[in-house]
Structure formats: structure tokens, C-alpha cells
């Protein structure tokens, strides 16, 4: 009997192995959660065009926004485990588990971990009629003042939302959220003077802070900027602790067979490593990182973790 079934499995094998040498022999997709145009969609765009040029097969983007990622994450999670179908996550992958009462798929069981493919940060702005020149300043005034500085954010749960949560948690200090329907709203209103500060994408402030109409207090990475030298951390600047990252991997549906992972993960390294997003490194701020599957499982877990602890102590509600 354990010869048939040996024989049975080397039979299996062999069939198996055209096809995994093969891969990829066929489009491959990427579902982005987020609408056209945005920072994750460009990222994705630019990575993908220099996939398909590695990996000799299309490299098609997706657009399924909704429910806050979830419609096009949960997509990936019932599509076929074969490496064709993956999914650019972001923050808000880690973060969903805390802030949504129920998700159509387990975050840590339903995808097989790809790759890192990069980190990105924000950026601390202030109006610069401010009377806050540094982070000590605001938090300095914030501790005086308990609840009625205030910061704007571009949506419930947003980076920007959560990176100000844990300035106040580890900064101990009180100050009252307000969130607004995406970044233009809010920096028009920092602006005018109507709001204190504000967590936000490299993106969205850069010509801000070049034209002197917003003041770069601090950024929200482990380390400085490359492309802002001269502004601290937060961490550095009266906050120790304080890493508040976005981040952008890429996940297939579990149970893909590690040899399409190690051929994707192999394919995603040497693109990045040849500067495949060179470009976009000063414009949305991202620090190259590709990394091994195990890797990304790791530093999401971790993300998830801290992210919980976040939402718990500023009394989000799950939606």
C-alpha cells in the first residue's frame, strides 16, 4: 500500500511541477482597495510595469475600492490560490481588525504573506502664524491647554488620524481630532488658521512647506528623511517611541504555493533594487524595503498590535 502511495504522490508531483516552472504563463492582477490616482494606486501602477517587464507576463491593476479596503482585500481572500491574484496592502490592513466590528476574512489566515515593498511616513505641519516652532512647542501648549488644540485628519482611522492618536498617547497629552473628507479640506483649513496641526502624506504638503505656507515641524518615521534632512523625528524631537509608519505589501490568497511566493518575492526585490520607484521615493516619501514574506507577516503583526493598543486607549469604536 505505501508503494501505491508513493507512486501516487511522485505522480502528483510531477504533474505539479510544469506548472509551478511555468508561472507565470498568464496575466498576473493586482486589486488596489483604493480609488485611481491616489499614492497607493501610482505605487502599484509603477511596481506592476516593472513586474511585467521582469516577469515577461502583464502586470494588470485593479481599482476595488469600499468599505475601507475591506471590498477588494476580501476579493484577494476568495480568489484562486495561485499567484495570479495579490493585493497592495496598506495601513489600513493592519489596522482593520481593531476598527471594524467583523471582517469577511481573517487578516493573519486568509493571504500568504509576498513582500515589503516599501515604507512610507508622514509629515507634522503647522500654520506658520503658529506660535509653534518645535515639537516641544506643541506639546508644551497642549499639556497647558488640555483638549482645546486641536488636529486634522483626512478620515476616521486614517494614518493621519492614528499617527495624532499616539502623539497623544505617548505624549500624554489631550487633543481633540477633527476629521474632514480627505487631505485638501483639512491643509485648507490649517491654512486659514482654523485647526493646529496635522499628520500628513509627504504628498499632500511638500509645495506647502517649499512655498512657506505650512511649517514641517517633525516626521513620523523611525529615522529622518532623506528628502527633509533637517527635520527630526518625532521620536528625536520630545516623543521617544514615536514610529508611526505607513507601509505598502503585497499579499496572495493562503495556501499559494511558496515556489510562485519565491518567484514574485525574487521578481518584486530585483525590480525595487533597480530602482523601480526611485522616482517616487521623494514625491510620496517611501524608504525602500523589500523583504522576504516573513518579513512582512512579522512587521504587520507588530503594526496590528500597536495599532490595537492605539484605538483602544482613544475609545474608537469599532464601525
Known amino acids: 500500500m505505501s508503494k501505491v502511495l508513493t507512486a501516487i504522490t511522485f505522480l502528483l508531483l510531477c504533474c505539479a511541477a510544469p506548472a509551478l516552472a511555468a508561472f507565470p504563463d498568464r496575466p498576473i492582477k493586482i486589486v488596489v482597495p483604493f480609488p485611481p490616482g491616489g499614492g497607493t494606486d501610482i505605487i502599484s501602477r509603477t511596481l506592476g510595469a516593472a513586474m511585467s517587464a521582469e516577469l515577461g507576463q502583464p502586470v494588470v491593476i485593479e481599482n476595488k475600492p469600499g468599505g475601507g479596503t475591506v471590498l477588494g482585500t476580501a476579493l484577494v481572500a476568495n480568489s484562486p490560490a495561485d499567484g495570479y491574484t495579490l493585493v497592495m496592502a496598506t495601513f489600513a490592513h493592519a489596522v482593520n481588525p481593531s476598527l471594524k466590528a467583523s471582517l469577511p476574512y481573517d487578516t493573519f489566515k486568509a493571504f500568504a504573506p509576498v513582500a515589503l515593498v516599501a515604507r512610507s511616513y508622514n509629515i507634522l505641519v503647522v500654520n506658520p502664524k503658529s506660535s509653534y516652532h518645535s515639537v516641544k512647542d506643541l506639546l508644551a501648549a497642549a499639556k497647558a491647554n488640555p483638549g482645546k488644540l486641536n488636529y486634522g485628519s483626512f478620515g476616521i482611522g486614517t494614518s493621519a488620524h492614528l499617527a495624532g492618536e499616539l502623539f497623544k498617547y505617548l505624549g500624554k497629552v489631550d487633543m481633540t481630532h477633527v476629521a474632514y473628507q480627505g487631505a485638501a479640506a483639512a491643509l485648507t483649513d490649517l ?4 485647526i493646529d496641526a496635522m ?5 499632500s504638503v511638500t509645495s506647502h512647506i517649499q512655498s512657506g505656507n505650512l511649517r514641517a515641524l517633525a516626521v513620523t518615521s523611525a529615522q529622518r528623511s532623506p528628502a527633509f534632512p533637517d527635520l527630526p523625528t518625532i521620536a528625536e524631537a520630545g516623543v521617544p517611541g514615536y514610529v508611526a509608519d505607513s507601509w505598502y505589501g503585497l499579499y496572495a490568497p493562503a495556501g499559494t504555493p511558496p515556489q510562485i511566493i519565491d518567484a514574485l518575492n ?4 530585483k525590480v525595487v533594487q533597480a530602482g523601480a520607484l526611485a522616482k517616487l521615493a521623494t514625491v510620496e516619501g517611501l524608504v525602500v524595503t523589500p523583504s522576504p514574506p516573513q518579513e512582512l507577516d512579522r512587521y504587520v503583526r507588530e503594526q496590528e ?3 490595537r493598543k492605539v484605538v483602544e486607549a482613544a475609545h474608537i469604536e469599532p464601525q
Open 199 to 203: 499628520f500628513t502624506t509627504v504628498a
Open 191 to 194: 491654512m486659514a488658521g482654523h
Open 305 to 307: 498590535a500597536l495599532w
Open 266 to 269: 525574487k521578481a518584486i526585490a
